[in-house]
């Protein structure tokens, strides 16, 4: 069992550095002063590369799809 948990807890690390890192540069913009209109296009743009991660790691869908639904709660709360 853990041969198994051991590449989506790899998998899940990575897309979750990456989402840091965008968060974090989108801050740093935000707190310089660059506006509201380029931190969002940062963070939307960023984003949207999650997908393209989660391709070339070949996530499962299953683990794709509950982190959907996490982010989507998180998002609606």
Same mark, same amino acid.
């Given at each position: ?6 590449? @989506? ?7 979750? =550095? !990456?989402?840091?890192? $965008? ?21 939307? @743009? ?7 991660? =989660? !391709?070339?790691?070949? $996530? ?18």
């Amino acid at each position: 069992m853990s041969y198994l948990l051991s590449p @989506i807890v790899f998998q899940g690390a990575l897309v979750l =550095a !990456w989402l840091t890192l $965008v968060g974090g540069t989108s801050e740093v913009l935000r707190r310089l002063n660059y506006g509201p209109e380029i931190t969002r296009k940062v963070v939307h @743009i960023g984003a949207g590369h999650v997908i393209l991660i =989660a !391709w070339w790691l070949s $996530v499962p869908a299953w683990a794709s799809i509950a982190a959907s639904v996490a982010c989507s709660v998180v998002a609606l709360l």
